[in-house]
């Protein structure tokens, strides 16, 4: 039986009898209107003008809240007030003339059932369009999301999560497909079970694989590439040609009971994974506890859950060869910046571990200084990836080394071994000579009949001092190739020896020393002639060069430009392009300390003896109150003993020091 609402009294709006089976119900206040609306839900009211007019405001409020959608809502009044009710009540659905009569409230009430359901039919389209486009917004955001993340592992979780969510699973598996040797052939593919979640039990996890075959639903799905749904795992229809282990249910005290395994592909449509959801839950909150809960608040999934996955699931796989593509590229640059650094420091052995070193150092002082929340450094900070870019800059920093010739490179004497050797060939010729003209002098005499012991005594004395004086030089020459400072005497003394001559082989007169092995000698400090030093100082530009030519991504662009300032200073004293303390990148001063840090406490370079490192630190300060260094970096490389991690550990032996 249908029952009307009246709002106000029946028998003033309804002319005679009711029409058979409708009944009315009546209430004479607004509130009473709505409470009886709210507990009974009457499809059709029927509301006097006056109590309209009375609580106009109201009722308007209330229309528009849409708690009356259930309902029509028709206002009735005299012949002559119709008019004026619609102009003043423009939300009602309907206005009747009253007294109404049973004929025109039947045709009304079933108008009104038909306008119900038409406004039940949007309302649930309505509904279901905004669930979708929720759904579609969600899948954006995961989208978003999963493109985002660029750790594998972390990936992976975030796509079990995700599929979880969307279906409300209580757990879940992810298996990747391993290739086999054969990859053409497909045999020896296998399933690695790389991740599980259960949000009612806890799950240990250990990697493992299983054959990429038809016996287990995730290798089904894989071989297949269809979406498997099973309501309960424990009823699978016959002739199912997989089977659902209950031994991880019984061993847990689990219970797996719907299913949906779903396959990952990728953007050439192979399948690359499955994901794997279990127990599809009412409400996403319930934890199934105890484990007789699963029959009650487990449901099947259904066919918007097989469609949500499967897009999610090629996001993901997309998403997922796009991070292993990325981590390829990087492992494989990886490899190719030690494979650099190798080759740098084969041309030069005794500085082996120097790149490596100051790339520890230098990232170590990142760290810290990032990590710094107080002026100055409030404002520097550094991501994972400006910390990498810092790691291939210190890596690389002397890679233009190769282009400096090798024995410039490793010269720790003023000559080069060559050229000692020649000098001291030459010397001993020297040497040689004079004892044949001090003995062809003695048979000149002998032969004339007038060597007498005393003058043979004579001449012998004076070979020896000659020879002495030839074995003082020679000392002194040895002296000055050390790259020690020249003193001033020695210099002179070095300047004589061109004048100095000998008769060679050939009998012509030749200098002691030819003039570019004394300008070689008479370098006043170090081993390096001013050319030489510019040579090695190029390696900066070569390096920079070197770096330019690799098509370094977004993240790294920065590795030339921090390499190639690593040998300025503060002051604009340094090289090649003496830049301005403010044109130095904070990432090349803090480079430029661990490298000058790591070249004085090296164990063994020839041509340098490594220096303590209390004495390096104070070195550094002094280098630093000079202008040259900065000076807060300098602190903090200090202060928080970021100089230790590259130091031997007491123990180790010397060789790892290095
Ligand atoms: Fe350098
Ligand atoms: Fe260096």
């Known amino acids: 039986m249908s029952s009307i609402l009246v709002w106000g009294k029946t028998r003033e709006i309804v002319a005679g009898a009711l029409p058979p089976g409708i009944s009315t119900e009546e209430v004479s206040t607004f509130s009473e209107l709505k409470a009886e609306l709210r507990a009974k839900r009457s499809i059709l009211v029927l509301a006097d003008a006056s109590h309209l007019e009375a609580e106009r405001d109201a009722v308007a409020a209330w229309i528009k809240s849409g708690e009356s959608r259930l309902s029509l809502l028709v206002g009735v009044a005299p012949m002559e007030e119709a008019d004026e009710l619609v102009r003043r009540h423009p939300y009602l659905d309907d206005v009747m003339v009253r007294p109404v009569t049973a004929m025109r409230l039947r045709l009304r009430l079933d108008r009104a059932l038909d306008g119900l359901n038409s406004r039940r039919v949007i309302q649930q389209l309505d509904a279901a369009l905004a669930r979708k486009s929720q759904d579609l917004h969600e899948l954006n955001n995961i989208g978003v999301a999963l493109s985002a993340q660029r750790d594998i592992n972390k990936l992976l979780e975030l796509i079990l999560a995700k599929c979880r969510a969307i279906t409300a699973s209580d757990a879940g598996t992810l298996y990747l497909v391993v290739r086999g040797k054969d990859q053409a052939a497909q045999t020896g593919d296998r399933l690695k079970f790389v991740l599980a979640q259960n949000e009612s039990v806890p799950v240990s996890f250990e990697e493992r694989t299983v054959p990429l075959d038809e016996t287990s639903i995730a290798g089904y799905a894989a071989l297949s590439g269809q979406i498997v749904n099973v309501a309960d795992a424990y009823q699978l229809p016959p002739g199912t040609p997989y089977t659902i282990s209950r031994t991880w249910d019984q061993r847990s005290g689990y219970r797996t009971k719907s299913m949906l395994v779903v396959p990952m592909r990728d953007h050439q449509d192979t399948v690359i994974g499955v994901v794997q959801l279990i127990n599809k839950k009412r409400d996403a909150r319930t934890v199934l506890r105890p484990v007789a809960l699963v029959e009650e608040a487990v449901i099947p999934f259904t066919s918007v859950d097989e469609e949500l996955v499967s897009s999610l699931a090629s996001q993901a796989a997309v998403a997922f060869e796009n991070t292993r593509l990325i981590q390829d590229i990087r492992n494989l640059f990886d490899s190719f910046v030690r494979a650099s650094v190798t080759a740098i420091e084969s041309r030069d052995p005794t500085t082996s571990g120097h790149s490596d070193r100051v790339a520890t150092l230098t990232v170590a002082l990142a760290e810290k200084v990032d990590a710094l929340d107080a002026p100055p450094f409030r404002d520097v900070s550094f991501t994972r990836d400006q910390l990498q870019e810092i790691r291939y800059a210190s890596l690389l920093h002397d890679f233009g080394k190769v282009g400096v010739r090798e024995k410039v490179l490793i010269k720790g004497k003023k000559l080069y071994v060559g050229e000692l050797l020649l000098l001291r060939q030459r010397f001993s010729y020297i040497k040689r000579t004079l004892e044949a003209e001090h003995l062809r002098a003695k048979l000149d005499q002998v032969t004339a009949g007038q060597a007498s012991p005393e003058l043979l005594l004579q001449m012998d004395r004076a070979h020896e001092k000659g020879l002495e004086e030839i074995e003082q030089i020679l000392r002194m020459v040895l002296q000055a190739n050390e790259p020690t400072i020249l003193e001033e ?49 190029s390696h900066v530009t070569h390096t920079y060069r070197f770096l330019s030519q690799i098509p370094w991504t977004g993240e790294f662009r920065r590795v030339p430009e921090i390499a190639y300032a690593h040998h300025e200073k503060m002051d604009g004293t340094g090289y090649p392009r003496k830049l301005a303390a403010t044109e130095i990148p904070v990432q090349s001063r803090m480079m430029t300390i661990s490298d000058i840090f790591d070249a004085l406490v090296a164990w063994d370079r020839p041509y340098k003896k490594s220096v303590p490192v209390e004495r390096a630190l104070d070195i550094l300060r002094d280098e630093a109150r000079g202008g040259k260094l900065d000076l807060q970096l300098l602190d903090v490389f200090v202060d928080a003993k970021v100089y230790e991690r590259t130091l031997p550990r007491a123990g180790a032996p010397a060789e790892l020091a290095r």
Do not use: C, H, W
């Open 489 to 537: 005497e020695s210099f002179r003394a070095l300047m004589d020896l061109p004048n100095r001559t000998y008769t060679d082989g050939e009998g012509n007169r030749q200098p002691f020393l030819s003039m570019d092995e004394v300008s070689a000698l008479s370098i006043r400090k170090g081993s390096l002639s001013e050319k030489e030093r510019r040579e090695i100082e």
